[in-house]
């Protein structure tokens, strides 16, 4: 039984999503944020960082314990533990990679600029935060281009649509709000619509 330590942020919904996808068991700890749980001695010893998310699994490589944190390095090690979401075919890898690397920088930099900003920034302007959310936008408008001729980021499934998606799900309002990005939204319902998104997304309900 995995142990993930989660909130509801854009990268805790990526662990979630990893490990609902991967059929992988799991048992959830919720840290509230607010609170500064995720500052607390208990899981700075699993994460020192003390970001979320962070997983435990007893029967890591070679049967022994492994702590991982970075939802990126969640995912891609939940796709490699399950066998699957990893394309067989190597050029369809290489294009899951890449656009598993947008996601990971690109758009999730993006995105957590606009958290912080909203959170922590000490002078708010309004014209700062449309430009950082134009930016945001601006990343998706890549992703839609992309989408337009395929449906998935690596013409089939892989971890790069898992770690997108989260990002997508939880600035639906943004990207909704800028308009056009028709073939993104036609990849967001088709990954809304798989039972383990969904129970990913709902997790903390």
Not at 70 to 96: E, H, M, N, T, W
Not at 195 to 200: F, K, L, S, T
């Amino acid at each position: 039984m995995i142990d993930l330590y989660m909130a509801g942020t854009s990268n805790g919904f990526r662990a979630a999503v990893a490990l609902e996808e991967c059929g992988l068991p799991y048992r959830l700890t919720k840290l509230d944020l607010m609170k500064g749980e995720h500052r607390k001695p208990q899981y700075l010893a699993l994460n020192p960082a003390g970001l979320i998310p962070a997983i435990v699994d007893p029967d890591g490589p070679g049967g022994k314990p492994i702590v991982l944190s970075q939802s990126g390095a969640i995912l891609l090690y939940c796709a490699g533990k399950a066998g699957r979401f990893i394309p067989v075919d190597p050029a369809r890898r290489a294009a899951a990679m890449q656009w598993f690397m947008q996601a990971a920088s690109d758009v999730a930099g993006a995105g957590t600029m606009i958290f912080w900003y909203g959170m922590a920034a000490p002078d708010k302007t309004p014209a700062n935060a449309q430009w950082l959310e134009q930016r945001f936008v601006n990343t998706f408008k890549v992703v839609d281009h992309h989408l337009a001729e395929r449906d998935y980021l690596a013409d089939e499934i892989s971890v790069a649509d898992l770690l997108l998606y989260p990002n997508f799900a939880t600035r639906k309002a943004l990207l909704e709000k800028a308009g056009g990005l028709d073939h993104l939204y036609r990849w967001g319902a088709m990954m809304a619509a798989r039972p383990g998104i969904d129970r990913a997304m709902r997790v903390l309900d």
